[in-house]
C-alpha cells in the first residue's frame, strides 16, 4: 500500500511559478514510476508528466512540454512537479500517482496504469 500526500497548490496569478511536491509513504519508492495527472472542472483526468522510478526518464503532455518539470528524490519518498509560465487553463486538481508495478521499464501515461493516488491539490491560475 502506497500513500500519496500532494501539496504545494494555491492560486496564481498567469505567469507565475509554482511547486508541487508529492511525499509517498509505504512501498519501495525507488522502484515505482510516479506521474502528474490533473482534472479540471467538467473535463476527464488527463496526463502531465511522468518520470520513471531511477528519474531517467520523463514524459510530458504537450501542452505542458518546456513549462512544467518533473522530478524525484528516492532518498526523501517525494515527486516534485515544477510549474513555469502557468496559464489560465492549467486550473485544475493535481493529482500524484504511483504505478502498481515496481520497476516499469518505460512510465505509463495512461490513468490505468496508475494504481494509487494522492487526494490532490487545487491549482488555481487567474488571468
Known amino acids: 500500500q502506497v500513500l500519496l500526500q500532494e501539496s504545494g497548490g494555491g492560486l496564481v496569478q498567469a505567469g507565475d511559478s509554482l511547486r508541487l511536491s508529492c511525499a509517498a509513504s509505504?512501498?519501495?519508492?525507488?522502484?515505482?514510476?510516479m506521474g502528474w495527472f490533473r482534472q479540471a472542472p467538467g473535463k476527464e483526468r488527463e496526463f502531465v508528466a511522468t518520470i520513471s522510478w531511477s528519474g531517467g526518464r520523463t514524459y510530458y503532455a504537450d501542452s505542458v512540454k518546456g513549462r512544467f518539470t518533473i522530478s524525484r528524490d528516492n532518498a526523501q519518498n517525494a515527486v516534485y512537479l515544477q510549474m513555469n509560465s502557468l496559464k489560465p487553463e492549467d486550473t485544475a486538481v493535481y493529482y500524484c500517482a504511483a504505478d502498481l508495478l515496481p520497476f516499469r521499464q518505460v512510465p505509463g501515461i495512461s490513468s490505468r496504469d496508475y494504481g494509487y493516488w494522492g487526494r490532490g491539490t487545487q491549482v488555481t491560475v487567474s488571468s
Open positions: 509505504g512501498g519501495t519508492f525507488s522502484t515505482i514510476v
